[in-house]
């Protein structure tokens, strides 16, 4: 019981890539996008 309840699937997981730093790049990604295309289009 008590090793099912702290399983390796949770939020804070040491090791590997974290999945907040996915989204993090995805959001500047797009931001970047926008800024590129405000950017062209204000030119």
Do not use: C, E, F, I
């Amino acid at each position: 019981m008590d090793s099912r309840d702290r399983s390796p699937r949770q939020m804070k997981r040491p090791g590997r890539t974290p999945v907040w730093l996915y989204v993090v790049l995805a959001v500047v990604a797009v931001v970047a996008v926008v800024l590129v295309m405000v950017a062209l289009a204000t030119r």
